[in-house]
Structures are given as structure tokens and as C-alpha cells.
């Protein structure tokens, strides 16, 4: 079994900083991905940011330039460091992790519980 635990959402005002972490653990060979996605009332999920399963970053447009993706060593836990937060950045951020339990196991994603950010305008 695989978990995906998060924290650090809350309420802040815009132009504010918040930092959000996502440690994995449980059942873990080897993880392929792991990132941030986000979703607004009466929106679909988008991509936020994420560790590619090269190592890369990728981020969404909204984001580039405010917020930084980063990971431990381990690469087991990720952190989101969101800085000049905009009131549309209000939303249930959700981490995401592809991953594999065993040496042999294709490619599962598995998603957090979800943590709220919401921005003050």
C-alpha cells in the first residue's frame, strides 16, 4: 500500500507564501513521478508543477516564476514553495506520484488526500 501524505495548505492573503510538502510512503520500488496538481470549484485538475521521471521540472504558466518544485534527496517527498500567491490560485492542491511497488509493477499513479489553499484578496 502506497500513501501520499500532505501538508501545509491554508489561508493566506495574496502576495502572500505558503509551503506545501508530500511525503510517499508504504509499498515503494521506484517512483517515476511525483508533483503537483491543483483543482478550483467547478474546474477540471490541472498540472501545477512536477518532477519529471527524467528529473526535470515542469510547471504550469500561471505558476512560472512564483512557485518552485523541489525534493529530498531520497526523492520520496516533495515540497511546493508557492510565494506571490493571487487570489486564483484559491484551490484544493493535490499531490501525484506515477510509481512502482515492484521491479515488475507498470506505472501506477496514486494521488493524495488533498490539502486547501485559499487566497485573500
Known amino acids: 500500500q502506497v500513501q501520499l501524505a500532505e501538508s501545509g495548505g491554508g489561508l493566506v492573503q495574496a502576495g502572500g507564501s505558503l509551503t506545501l510538502s508530500c511525503a510517499a510512503s508504504?509499498?515503494?520500488?521506484?517512483?517515476?513521478?511525483m508533483g503537483w496538481y491543483r483543482q478550483a470549484p467547478e474546474k477540471q485538475r490541472e498540472l501545477v508543477a512536477i518532477f519529471t521521471s527524467s528529473g526535470d521540472t515542469n510547471y504550469a504558466d500561471s505558476v512560472k516564476g512564483r512557485f518552485t518544485i523541489s525534493r529530498d534527496n531520497a526523492k520520496t517527498t516533495v515540497y511546493l514553495q508557492m510565494n506571490s500567491l493571487k487570489p486564483e490560485d484559491t484551490a484544493v492542491y493535490y499531490c501525484?506520484?506515477?510509481?512502482?511497488?515492484?521491479?515488475?509493477?507498470?506505472?501506477?499513479?496514486?494521488w493524495g488526500q488533498g490539502t486547501q489553499v485559499t487566497v485573500s484578496s
Open positions: 501525484n506520484a506515477g510509481l512502482r511497488t515492484k521491479w515488475n509493477s507498470p506505472v501506477f499513479r496514486y
Open positions: 508504504g509499498s515503494i520500488f521506484s517512483i517515476n513521478t
